[in-house]
């Protein structure tokens, strides 16, 4: 009876630990983890995932115990890695969310707002346009099967065991959020140069003719070289991107300690 507690134990244990990996990464993952996906579906989905992966898997140590100090340390683990490359996906998806807010202050479009539905707070009209294409983008070259792809890679470099990231991976997930601002600068900078330089343009005019009423006709002429500022910047929306997933990738790879070169071009 002993010994066949013993194989249910390690049977359960081999389901359990790689799905509280890929439940973490699923809740965290942007789109698929947020508010717009039920709580249910996405655990039918991480159970489905899990099973299909499960034969690629490396075999579980068959002394390890569950329900021990280590057991629930290794479940912590594991749960802890999901989330951590789940949520590299979430600076993708806002850097271009912070860069649709630079361009709608900048342009007077700001006070435009909708409910976003993946976090289910207040954003700007722009930033909403941008999520909505990153998110279409981001299916489309399946990046989430990339991601999946490095989940699963993430067994054999990481093992499931008692050990999980070290202070040099938490610091690289830290000083990616710095990289999130300069891809959000470098998609808007086209919104921010033009628009300072009608402003600057205004403020002379009014200068030279104090008659004119700068707010009621500035505001006006911003929001419609806004428009046309917002629909030249997408003419560099690709190259941005695929740079951003590029240096995401490279990221997420030295994160679960393996090496990979940007595939997108």
Request: some cysteine; hydrophobic content about 55%; overall charge negative.
């Amino acid at each position: 009876m002993t010994y066949l507690d013993t194989i249910s134990i390690n049977a359960i244990a081999s389901l359990v630990w790689p799905l509280c990996r890929v439940g973490g990464f699923f809740m965290a993952m942007f789109m698929i983890g947020g508010n717009a996906v039920p709580t249910r579906v996405r655990a039918l989905f991480s159970l489905a995932v899990t099973i299909c992966i499960l034969p690629s898997i490396p075999q579980i140590s068959e002394d390890a115990q569950p329900f021990s100090g280590e057991g629930i340390i290794t479940t912590f683990n594991q749960v802890l890695i999901g989330i951590a490359i789940g949520y590299m996906t979430q600076f993708l998806v806002q850097s271009f969310v912070v860069s649709g807010q630079v361009i709608a202050m900048q342009t007077g479009l700001g006070f435009a707002s909708l409910v976003d539905p993946v976090s289910g707070t207040n954003a700007p009209v722009i930033g909403q346009f941008f999520t909505v294409l990153v998110t279409l983008v981001f299916f489309a070259v399946n990046g989430h099967l990339l991601f999946i792809r490095l989940l699963l890679l993430s067994f054999e470099t990481m093992p499931i065991g008692p050990h999980g990231f070290n202070a040099l991976n938490y610091k690289q997930i830290v000083d990616f959020g710095s990289v999130m601002f300069q891809i959000a600068i470098a998609m808007s900078i086209s919104s921010i140069c033009s628009m300072l330089i009608i402003n600057f343009t205004f403020g002379v005019m009014t200068k030279a003719a104090p008659q004119l009423n700068v707010f009621s006709m500035g505001f006006a002429i911003s929001m419609i070289a806004g428009f046309f500022v917002l629909v030249f910047s997408l003419n560099s929306f690709m190259g941005n991107f695929y740079n951003a997933i590029n240096v995401l990738t490279e990221t997420t790879c030295s994160l679960i300690s393996t090496e990979c070169e940007g595939i997108f071009r």
